[in-house]
T-cell receptor, first 110, second 115 residues
Framework: ELKVEQNPLFLSMQEGKNYTIYCNYS?????LYWYRQDPGKSLESLFVLLSNGAVKQEGRLMASLDTKARLSTLHITAAVHDLSATYFCAVDMSSNQFYFGTGTSLTVIP | EAGVAQSPRYKIIEKRQSVAFWCNPISGHATLYWYQQILGQGPKLLIQFQNNGVVDDSQLPKDRFSAERLKGVDSTLKIQPAKLEDSAVYLC?????????????FGQGTRLTVV
């Protein structure tokens, strides 16, 4: 059974600080996605990582994928309040089947 | 480009009643998914369609849940009878099978409360 684990589950960080969210998965896959979810809202696609060593950056967020370690990271640089949300990673097992992690609830405080 | 449309947005029913949700995917997307998201958890895949065929329904509680995708476009998810533990947000998503970027795009969801 595929397991997708994120840590931390909850993260409270001050504005301007850096932090990394980790996503570990238990089986072979070379496709991983990051999504953002605001309270009461749906999921918004952030990054699509399609191969080992893939790195994508958008604004203050950078995602990377290490398929050999079965690990993806989402790095936050100089956090701002607008980044407060829940972040999910999702692993594509096969046939476009997406299995989601437990989520990381991020709160950025002034 | 229009996104994934779902209705209703909210539904409150009593246990043992039935309920149905509707989803219209992004035009041209062959793959359609229904996910269940319980408060505080990640979305859980219930069923995946490719056109109008089922790819995976291994996590669908088939004694009470059913889904169909007629003509390979719109889809409905039904629960009958509902239980208290079915209270969740039901998310519909769609993805294209063309090209390397096959990310799933999500609708706004239907928030179901079973009382």
């Amino acid at each position: 059974e595929l397991k997708v684990e994120q840590n931390p589950l909850f993260l409270s960080m001050q504005e301007g600080k850096n932090y990394t969210i980790y996503c570990n998965y238990s089986t072979t896959s070379d496709r991983l996605y990051w999504y953002r979810q605001d309270p009461g809202k749906s999921l918004e696609s952030l990054f699509v990582l399609l191969s080992n060593g893939a790195v994508k950056q958008e604004g203050r967020l950078m995602a990377s994928l290490d398929t050999k370690a079965r690990l993806s990271t989402l790095h936050i640089t100089a956090a701002v309040h607008d980044l407060s949300a829940t972040y999910f990673c999702a692993v594509d097992m096969s046939s476009n089947q997406f299995y989601f992690g437990t989520g990381t609830s991020l709160t950025v405080i002034p | 480009e229009a996104g994934v449309a779902q209705s209703p947005r909210y539904k409150i029913i009593e246990k043992r009643q039935s309920v149905a949700f509707w989803c219209n995917p992004i035009s041209g997307h062959a793959t359609l998914y229904w996910y269940q998201q319980i408060l505080g958890q990640g979305p859980k895949l219930l069923i995946q369609f490719q056109n109008n065929g089922v790819v995976d329904d291994s996590q669908l509680p088939k004694d009470r849940f059913s889904a169909e995708r007629l003509k390979g476009v719109d889809s409905t998810l039904k629960i009958q009878p509902a239980k208290l533990e079915d209270s969740a947000v039901y998310l519909c998503a769609s993805s294209s099978t063309d090209g390397p970027n096959t990310e799933a795009f999500f609708g706004q969801g239907t928030r179901l409360t079973v009382v």
